[in-house]
């Protein structure tokens, strides 16, 4: 099974910002990673395929990259609407396994 | 547009089993697998298995084995997760996902709202 560290697990961000969250894989996973953002209530929004693919009709703050065992998102100039929780995939191999998550909020 | 709605929050004793609905719409709900995820409070995402809406076939996390049964009616484009013996830590909210590639699977594209289990006595 691969393990995901995802870091870090909380941040507090100001409009503006970059900010980048990190997903470590415990073996080598090629791209096969994904990032998703989640909102209290709603289904979670698939962001960033393949590492370093931006899903169509997402926003162009956000960016991945990364291959192997290390990933990262990144959000450029962070915006109000960017709070949420955020975690990370691997489809390499199965079982799917998720990181910890990351909550961020804006200040 | 693809959508998966899931069936309302449900309370359970331990002991009891819950069957969840996921219901699909917006697509061809026999050309993408379906996954299940749950999430415990505080905890991250666990998956929990996979169906194909298709013929129906399975495949399910080693933890979940002999608990855990998906199925699916394609009449009404909707997929099942049961869970039966339920204790305290099956507390959590669990999520359907469409996977994103035809054929075979790979990724969650699409995801549900999620529903919450709450076991207690």
């Known amino acids: ?107 | 547009q693809v959508q998966l709605v899931q069936s309302g929050a449900e309370v359970k004793k331990p002991g009891a089993s819950v069957k969840v609905s996921c219901k699909a719409s917006g697509y061809t709900f026999t050309s993408y697998y379906m996954h299940w995820v749950r999430q415990a409070p505080g905890q991250g995402l666990e998956w929990m298995g996979i169906i194909n809406p298709s013929g129906g076939s399975t495949s399910y996390a080693q933890k979940f084995q002999g608990r855990v049964t998906m199925t699916r009616d394609t009449s009404t484009s909707t997929v099942y997760m049961e869970l039966s013996s339920l204790r305290s830590e099956d507390t959590a909210v669990y999520y359907c996902a469409r996977d994103g590639t035809v054929a075979e699977p790979s990724y969650m594209d699409v995801w549900g709202k999620g529903t919450t289990v709450t076991v207690s006595s």
């Open chain 1, 1 to 107: 099974e691969t393990t995901l560290t995802q870091s870090p697990a909380f941040m507090s961000a100001t409009p503006g910002d970059k900010v980048n969250i990190s997903c470590k894989a415990s073996q080598d996973i090629d791209d096969d990673m994904n990032w998703y953002q989640q909102k209290p209530g709603e289904a979670a929004i698939f962001i960033i395929q393949e590492a370093t693919t931006l899903v169509p009709g997402i926003s162009p703050r956000f960016s991945g990259s990364g291959y192997g065992t290390d990933f990262t998102l990144t959000i450029n100039n962070i915006e109000s609407e960017d709070a949420a929780y955020y975690f990370c995939l691997q489809h390499d191999n199965f079982p799917r396994t998720f990181g910890q998550g990351t909550k961020v909020e804006i200040k």
